[in-house]
């Protein structure tokens, strides 16, 4: 399974920016919900949101809650992470990330997903 991810780039503080992924490449089975981590310098990668693809169920880190918005186009495995409000400590490598089971609760540990995309850089300028 590949993950590509696209959309980042620079913005300014308070601005949006909208992030893609698209899983492919999948044979028998095929993701069950898509999420986005990210990891800004000298910093631990750490979860941003996540979204069940069969129910929609959606789960956001508090930091981005009520900025972040996370959706998905479940017949072709495309996930799109909104972001608005943008603040200057959003700026991080976003990463895509896809898992088969579904984790639940569990939806922040970078262990319960099987795949991973490069990464795309949001800058954050104040």
């Known amino acids: 399974v590949q993950l590509v991810e696209s959309g980042g780039g620079s913005v300014e503080a308070g601005g949006p920016l909208k992030l893609s992924c698209v899983a492919s490449?999948?044979?028998?089975?095929?993701?069950?919900?898509m999420a986005w981590f990210r990891q800004a310098p000298g910093k631990e990668r750490e979860a941003v949101a996540t979204v069940y693809l069969y129910g929609g169920k959606t789960y956001y880190a508090e930091s981005v809650k009520g900025r972040f918005t996370i959706s998905h186009e479940n017949a072709q495995h495309i996930s799109y992470l909104q972001m608005d409000s943008l603040k200057s400590e959003d700026t991080a490598v976003y990463y895509c990330?896809?898992?088969?089971?579904?984790?639940?609760?569990?939806?922040?540990?970078?262990?319960?997903?099987?795949?991973w995309g490069q990464g795309t850089q949001v800058t954050v300028s104040s």
């Open positions: 490449g999948y044979s028998t089975s095929s993701p069950t919900y």
């Open positions: 990330a896809a898992g088969g089971r579904w984790c639940g609760s569990l939806w922040h540990r970078q262990s319960e997903y099987d795949y």
